[in-house]
């Protein structure tokens, strides 16, 4: 064996432990628990800032009233299509199968109900455990992605509901031979649904910028969207609601 290989072997080892032990200080830093993030964001004072001479509570309070016309729309929508003239046999058979989505939305609730559980439990790990929110932050995560949940199972409860009424409204209005109604009808269905998600999901967003304290914003945007993307997930992947509100768009 050469012997010149043994400074060699020494002086790498040495190298590589001073190399290790400079690291450690910034390994140490990297375990500490940073504070940012959006759970931890904090809103400033909206009404100090202005925008075309407009403080945005202001700006932000006729979202609100926009919003609100956006789901006012969708209601005004279910009920003329509701209010079109149509066949009893027809009505009976968008009844029927009004009657199974509605068994089947129930089944649905309870399945996101139960999977909200599971990532429930998640979310506190993560937020009351690994970063230290506080029992009160974690609270309302858990109780915005409730809410989050709600605006889509909601929507997909009217979509649903609004689509059972335009089928048969449309098939009676095609027995009139004429092109304007058979679109017209599904149009307007379609219209109502973007519409109805757009805005109640807007009026959520809206409410926590404007009623809820700034320090706790954070905590409310993030269980919101947490609790909005479970719900759309569960509804469009798991069950599919959102694929039958257009396959009875269709019918």
């Not at 027809?90 to 199968?97: F, H, L, W």
């Not at 009004?98 to 937020?127: D, R, S």
């Not at 909601?154 to 098939?171: E, L, P, Q």
């Not at 519409?195 to 409410?207: P, R």
Request: some cysteine; aromatic content about 8%.
């Amino acid at each position: 064996m050469d012997r010149r290989s043994g400074p060699s072997v020494a002086s790498f080892l040495s190298a590589l432990v001073a190399g290790v032990l400079s690291l450690a200080p910034r390994a140490a830093l990297a375990a500490q628990p940073h504070h940012g993030g959006e759970a931890n964001l904090i809103l400033p004072d909206l009404s100090s800032v202005r925008v075309l001479g407009t403080d945005g509570h202001s700006l932000l309070m006729f979202g609100l009233l926009v919003s609100a016309l956006g789901i006012l729309f969708g209601v005004v929508a279910l009920k003329q299509i509701k209010a079109l003239p149509v066949h009893k046999s027809m009505a009976d058979v968008s009844q029927i199968i009004w009657e199974t989505c509605k068994t089947y939305l129930l089944q649905q609730g309870k399945f996101i109900l139960m999977l909200e559980v599971l990532i429930g439990a998640i979310m506190v790990l993560y937020f009351g455990v690994l970063q230290e929110l506080g029992a009160g932050r974690v609270l309302m995560i858990l109780a915005f992605s409730l809410i989050g949940i709600g605006g889509s199972y909601g929507v997909a409860w009217f979509g649903i509901r609004i689509n059972t009424y335009a089928n048969s409204r449309t098939a009676f209005a095609s027995l009139e031979g004429k092109p304007y109604p058979v679109y017209a009808i599904p149009l307007k269905a379609g219209m109502s649904i973007g519409m109805l998600l757009i805005s109640v999901e807007l009026v959520l967003m809206l409410g926590i910028l404007l009623f809820i304290p700034g320090e706790y914003a954070g905590p409310c945007f993030i269980g919101f969207a947490i609790g909005e993307s479970l719900g759309a997930s569960a509804l469009r992947i798991a069950g599919g609601i959102f694929t039958k509100i257009a396959t009875l768009a269709a019918i």
